[in-house]
C-alpha cells in the first residue's frame, strides 16, 4: 500500500538500536546491566505467571506505593510505565503536542526529539558545551517541557545539584524535566538527584528499571511529579501497557538492595577500567558518571567494526547524533578481557 504519513513525520530519523554481540560478555551496545538482574526477579516472575490470564493493575499499585516509599513522596505524585520510554511519550502528547516546543540538549536522547516531532511539536536543540548540558542557555529558551538528562546519554556527563536546581527555577520552560536513568552509577547518587524538586512539584524526574535492576526486556519505568501532572498522564495512558510479570519483577527488584549495590561498585570499578583501557591505547575518553564510556576517535566506522571482529559491539556515535565517536558500556570481566585483546591489535 502506497501511503504518506502526516506530514510533520517525514523529516523523522528513526530510532537506531544497538547490536547485540554473539554472547552477553561482549554486548556493549546499549548501556545494559553486565551483571543482569537479581535473582528474586525469577522468582517473582515465575510465581506471577500463574496470573498471566488476567489484565494487570493499571496503576501498578503496589510498586507505585513501594516507589512512593522509597523516595518519600505520595503514591499519587509517581506514574509507572512501560519503560520511561513510554512516560516520555505521554508527557510530549500532554504538553507539547500540536505546536508546543520541547527543549533538549544537542546530542539528546533520541526519545526526546522522537516523541516531540511524533507528537507533532518542535524539538529545539541547545548544543552541550564542554560535553555537558548548557544549562545556562537552555534556561533563557521558552519551551513547553525541556529535558535534562543527568548524568547525560551519549556523554555521560553530569551537572551538579546546584545546577540542575537553579536550572528548575529560573527556566522559562513550562515543565522542567530531569531524566535520571544513570543516577546511581553517578559519584553520589543521592547529592545529584533532583528528587527533591519532583516531590515539591517543581520538575518532573524520570527513572527506569532499565539500567541498574538490570529489566530492559521487561521495559519498565516510572516518573515522580506534582501529583496534578501525575493525573494528566493517567488520563490519556493506554490502562494496561505495565504487564504483571514486569510489575512482580520490579517490585523484586527494588527489594534487593544487595543486588543494585554491586552493580553499582561493579560499573564504577569497571568503568575506571574501562577507561584506562582506551586512553592507554592512545584514545580520548570522556570522563563518565554513567554505566558508559564515550570514546573519541577519527575513525568511527573502523573503530567500530575492529572490536566487532573480536567480539565486542559498541554503539556507533552517528546513531546518537554525536559522530567520530563510540558509545562502550561497562563490561563483565570477560568483556574487559576482549577489550584489552581488542586494543592491542
Ligand atoms: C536507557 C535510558 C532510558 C531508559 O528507557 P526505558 O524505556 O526505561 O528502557 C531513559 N532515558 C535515557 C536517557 C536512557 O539512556
Known amino acids: 500500500m502506497k501511503v504518506q504519513p502526516r506530514p510533520w513525520l517525514t523529516g523523522l530519523a528513526p530510532y537506531v538500536p544497538g547490536v547485540h554481540a ?32 488476567r489484565y494487570p493493575d493499571p496503576l501498578a499499585t503496589e510498586l507505585r506505593d513501594a516507589l512512593a516509599e522509597e523516595h518519600g513522596v505520595a503514591s499519587e505524585q509517581v506514574l509507572v510505565g512501560n519503560g520511561s520510554d513510554e512516560l516520555i511519550f505521554l508527557l510530549a502528547w500532554a504538553f507539547a503536542a500540536h505546536g508546543g516546543r ?8 533520541r526519545l526526546d526529539e522522537i516523541s ?89 524526574v524520570l527513572r527506569t528499571f532499565s539500567k541498574v535492576h538490570g529489566l530492559a526486556g521487561l521495559r519498565l519505568g516510572y516518573l515522580v511529579a506534582d501529583a496534578g501532572v501525575v493525573s494528566v498522564l493517567e488520563g490519556i495512558r493506554a490502562p494496561f ?52 564510556i564515550l570514546v573519541l576517535t577519527s575513525d568511527e566506522p573502523a573503530l567500530a567494526a575492529h572490536l566487532a571482529r573480536h567480539g565486542v559491539s559498541v554503539r556507533p556515535g552517528a546513531a546518537l547524533g554525536i559522530p567520530g565517536a563510540v558509545r562502550v558500556s561497562v563490561p563483565t570481566e570477560e568483556g574487559l578481557r576482549r577489550v584489552h585483546h581488542a586494543l592491542r591489535r
Open 22 to 53: 554473539v554472547d552477553d560478555d561482549g554486548s556493549l551496545a546499549s548501556n545494559e546491566s553486565s551483571l543482569g538482574a537479581s535473582a528474586a526477579v525469577a522468582d517473582a516472575v515465575a510465581k506471577a505467571v500463574a496470573d498471566v490470564h
Open 102 to 109: 520541547v527543549l533538549c540538549a544537542d546530542p539528546a536522547y
Open 116 to 204: 516531540a516531532v511524533v507528537s507533532g511539536a518542535e524539538p529545539v536543540k541547545v548544543p552541550l558545551t564542554g560535553w555537558r548540558h548548557d544549562l545556562e542557555t537552555m534556561a533563557g529558551i521558552e519551551a513547553d517541557l525541556a529535558y535534562v538528562v543527568n548524568p547525560h546519554n551519549p556523554t555521560g556527563t553530569v551537572r551538579s545539584h546546584d545546577d540542575i536546581a537553579r536550572f528548575v527555577r529560573t527556566c522559562r520552560a513550562r515543565i522542567p524535566v530531569v531524566d535520571e536513568a544513570y543516577v546511581d552509577f553517578a559519584d553520589d547518587p543521592e547529592e545529584s538527584t533532583a528528587m527533591g524538586l519532583a516531590a515539591a512539584g517543581e520538575a518532573v
Open 241 to 292: 501497557s505495565v504487564g504483571r510479570l514486569t510489575q512482580a519483577a520490579g517490585l523484586a527488584a527494588l527489594h534487593d538492595r544487595d543486588h543494585r549495590a554491586r552493580v553499582r561498585a561493579h560499573t564504577r570499578a569497571y568503568r575506571d577500567r574501562l577507561a584506562e583501557a582506551f586512553s592507554s591505547a592512545g584514545y580520548e575518553v570522556v570522563p563518565s558518571q554513567a554505566n558508559f
